[in-house]
Structure formats: structure tokens, C-alpha cells
């Protein structure tokens, strides 16, 4: 069974088409890589996908469930399986780094206060943040800021995660390390799409890629394929992004 399903999504901005008829799918322990042109729509999906952004049309199913016309409230349960790791890692800025990770746990599970304690500072060590724990945001790095994002939209031990550039801007080091949690998570099970310029690490991450051009899937090709098909559209976006 397909764990996401979009089906025919359409969406406009001030009468301005972005998504015409977007189609595909990611089934079980996948991670599909969602490629582009900046400004095609990538962030769209990916926001569409946990309902904070409606469509004008078209379907999208999560494990079976339509969601497109699910009401705010009824989103909740999809949000605690879903994690969204946002383009800036969006910390709340006034709140430690303990606090920013606590907070999903807050919103989504009734645990005990210790039990809160444990969990954070278990994600910390494991995200190799531990020295972090007091810190604000604007006191780490770029590179450790994007990991906590991470690590935060972990909390909730989601079951699909929706990964939005997450190496943008990325020294090699940091980069390498969201490579090897994307991994790591992929082992134990969890399905993803993963938006990115950064070809060498969605090569290294992705199972399948789709490539999103004048609003709709334009190409698709599993990863292996991609040295066998050297005139298509997505060999040609690949290779000009990471040519350039
Ligand atoms: N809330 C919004 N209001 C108006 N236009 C928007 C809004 N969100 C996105 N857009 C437009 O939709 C297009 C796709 O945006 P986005 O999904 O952010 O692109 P990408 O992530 O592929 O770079 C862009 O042209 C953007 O300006
Ligand atoms: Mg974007």
C-alpha cells in the first residue's frame, strides 16, 4: 500500500496556476526525492501534505486517509505521524533548545515531566546536540540550528517524514551528518520525501526520484535508472544542478 497518494493536485496563487495535475505516490520505507526549479511548487506539496495548505482540487491520501478535506482539528493525528522538517528549521527563537524539543511532546503526548526530560535529552545525545541543551537558536550555528530542527520534528518518532532542503546552506560537515540521520532513519522504517538541490545527498538518500516541472510530475526514474537514461529530463536537471 502507498503510504502518500496524490492524486491530480492542482493549485493556484492569485489566479496564477503552481500545480496543474501533480500525481505520484511513495509506498512504504521509500524516500522519494521531490526535485525542481525554485519556485515550482516544492514546498507547496510538502505543506500540503499535513494540511497547512489547502488545494483547489485533487486528492492526497496518507495511510489510506484523505486528507485534503480533513478540517484543522481533524489533522492533529496526521501531524503526530507526519514531521515536517521545515527549509529554516524554524525554532521558536525565544526558547531553549530544551524547550523547542520538549514542545512537540507537549502538544501531541501527556507524559510526565521527567518522562519529557528523558526523551529530549536521549534526542539531544543522539543528534549529538547535547551541548546545546540551554542554549537559544540564535546562539548555535546554521548547521546546528537546521539539526535540532531535525531532532525537534523527531520528537514525536514520526512514521513520514517530509524533508524541505534540509542540507540548504550546509557546511560539509553538517551536511554529512543530515545525511546520516536521513539514513539511519530510513533503516528503521520511516517513509520520506526529500526536497533538495544538494543531488550528490539525494542521490545518497533517495530511492526514486519525481521532477516537478510547468505543474506536473515531468519525469520519474528510480535511482539506479538514472545511469541508463542519460538524455532525460531528470539526468538533465540532476546533472545541471549539480554541474552548477
Ligand atoms: N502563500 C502564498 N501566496 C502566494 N504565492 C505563494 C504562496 N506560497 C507559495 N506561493 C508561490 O507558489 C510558487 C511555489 O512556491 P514554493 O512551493 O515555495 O516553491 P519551491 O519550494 O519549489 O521553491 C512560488 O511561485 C511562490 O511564490
Ligand atoms: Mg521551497
Known sequence: MAIIDVKSFSKSFDGRPVHKNVTFSVQKGECLGLVGGSGIGKSVILRSLIGLEKGDSGEIWIEGEEISKL???????????????????????????????????????????????????????????????????????????????????????????????????????????????????????????????????????????????DGRVADEARVEELATRQDSLLNQFIEGTAGG
Do not use: W
Open 71 to 213: 478540517k484543522e482539528r481533524q489533522l492533529t493525528p496526521i501531524r503526530k505521524k507526519v514531521a515536517y522538517v521545515f527549509q529554516n528549521g524554524a525554532l521558536f527563537d525565544s526558547m531553549t533548545v530544551y524547550e523547542n524539543l520538549a514542545y512537540p511532546l507537549r502538544e501531541h503526548e501527556k507524559l510526565e515531566e521527567s518522562e519529557i526530560r528523558q526523551r529530549v535529552k536521549d534526542q539531544l545525545d543522539e543528534f549529538g546536540l547535547g551541548d546545546a541543551l540551554k542554549k537559544l537558536p540564535a546562539e548555535l550555528s546554521g548547521g546546528m540550528q537546521k539539526r535540532v530542527g531535525l531532532a525537534r520534528a523527531m520528537m514525536i518518532r514520526p512514521r513520514v517524514i517530509l524533508y524541505d532542503e534540509p542540507t540548504a546552506g550546509l557546511d560539509p560537515y553538517n551536511t554529512l551528518k543530515i545525511r546520516e540521520i536521513v539514513l539511519a532513519l530510513k533503516k528503521k522504517g520511516v517513509t520520506s520525501v526529500f526536497v533538495t538541490h544538494d543531488m550528490p545527498t539525494a542521490v545518497a538518500v533517495c530511492d526514486r526520484f519525481c521532477l516537478l516541472a
